[in-house]
């Protein structure tokens, strides 16, 4: 392969995800600059990325700050090079989870924001009120999803992907969970707490 040229394969690559991209949120360049990077065996700097690319260096400069705003590039330096290079998060899960927060930042907390203000003020009729209770489930609803995004900012790739595998083996064990939630229901049984505290209630007390 010549300097600064891309195999069918990778041209294949950078522009489905320069496709891809604009429905992530982010413009065609953009998304072309980030796979061309992404693919890369070695940082690149401007001029070669306009080069690859056949963008002009202004495009790639701002594309590589919109980059760098949704930390999927870092800068770098080499020695005895006074220019910067550029390159992607190595670990494919940290790119995912940069990916979720800038995605949460630009479009779920507008809306949280906005469903707060709904939130807050005085119905003035029976139909607002009905509104008010259907923007407090998807509020409700909204807010869960953040919580459990939290939770999954703070797992280690590790245990991330090894709990993303085990996603069959937890919906089989909901199924049961609801199997016997629904059969103990119907026998009028008791579970779970409020089974342990009738027991707890029932035994005797001692001297």
Same mark, same amino acid.
């Given at each position: 392969? !010549?300097?600064?040229?891309?195999?069918?394969?990778? =041209?294949? #690559?950078?522009?489905?995800?320069?496709?891809? @991209?604009?429905?992530?949120?982010?413009?065609?360049?953009? @998304?072309? /600059?980030?796979?061309?990077?992404?693919? =890369?065996?070695?940082?690149?700097?401007?001029?070669?990325?306009?080069?690859?690319? *056949? #963008? *002009?260096?202004?495009?790639?400069?701002? @594309?590589?700050?919109? %980059?760098?705003?949704?930390?999927?590039?870092?800068?770098?330096? =080499?020695?005895?090079?006074?220019?910067?290079?550029? !390159?992607?998060?190595?670990? /494919?899960?940290? /790119?995912?989870?940069?990916?979720?927060?800038?995605?949460?930042?630009?479009?779920?907390?507008?809306?949280? $924001?906005?469903?707060?203000?709904?939130?807050?003020? &005085?119905?003035?009729?029976?139909?607002?009120?009905?509104?008010?209770?259907?923007?407090? !489930?998807?509020?409700?609803?909204?807010?869960?999803? $953040? *919580?459990?995004?939290?939770?999954? =900012?703070? %797992? +280690?790739? !590790? &245990?991330?992907? $090894? %709990?993303?595998?085990?996603?069959?083996?937890?919906?089989? %064990?909901?199924?049961?969970?609801?199997?016997?939630? #629904?059969?103990?229901?119907? &026998?009028? +049984?008791?579970? @779970?707490?409020?089974? &342990?505290?009738?027991?707890?209630?029932?035994?005797?007390?001692?001297?």
């Amino acid at each position: 392969m !010549e300097p600064n040229t891309l195999s069918p394969l990778m =041209q294949r #690559f950078i522009l489905h995800f320069g496709e891809m @991209g604009s429905r992530w949120g982010i413009n065609r360049t953009v @998304g072309q /600059i980030y796979a061309l990077l992404y693919v =890369q065996a070695k940082p690149l700097n401007a001029d070669e990325i306009a080069e690859y690319l *056949s #963008f *002009s260096r202004s495009n790639v400069s701002m @594309g590589l700050k919109e %980059l760098q705003s949704w930390r999927l590039v870092k800068l770098l330096h =080499q020695p005895g090079d006074r220019r910067e290079y550029f !390159e992607p998060p190595k670990d /494919i899960w940290d /790119i995912f989870k940069a990916l979720l927060e800038e995605r949460r930042r630009r479009e779920i907390e507008p809306t949280l $924001s906005m469903l707060r203000d709904a939130l807050l003020e &005085t119905p003035a009729n029976p139909d607002d009120k009905h509104a008010q209770k259907r923007m407090r !489930e998807m509020y409700d609803l909204i807010e869960l999803s $953040s *919580s459990w995004f939290d939770d999954v =900012q703070r %797992l +280690s790739p !590790e &245990t991330l992907s $090894s %709990l993303m595998k085990m996603g069959s083996k937890i919906k089989k %064990l909901l199924d049961v969970k609801d199997k016997f939630r #629904f059969s103990s229901d119907k &026998t009028g +049984s008791k579970t @779970g707490k409020d089974a &342990t505290e009738e027991e707890f209630s029932e035994s005797p007390k001692k001297e």
